[in-house]
């Protein structure tokens, strides 16, 4: 089963559309967005990855 996001959440839809919008207007270099679009979803599942409780890197501190 296929989940239709612009039906079961518009909302979030069109904040995705806006922001896609704005950066494409943006004076950012487009090969610098083509790297943040290549690179921020590996930073997500990265262990070493900033959690959001604690405001530092998993494994800070240990080697």
Not at 2 to 29: C, I, K, T, W
Not at 43 to 59: K, L, R
């Amino acid at each position: 089963m296929r989940v239709d996001y612009r039906r079961a959440f518009r909302d979030g839809v069109e904040a995705m559309v806006g922001l896609e919008q704005a950066v494409h207007n943006s004076p950012l270099v487009p090969a610098l967005l083509e790297l943040v679009r290549i690179r921020a979803p590996r930073s997500t599942a990265s262990p070493t990855a900033w959690p959001c409780t604690t405001g530092t890197p998993a494994g800070a501190g240990s080697t």
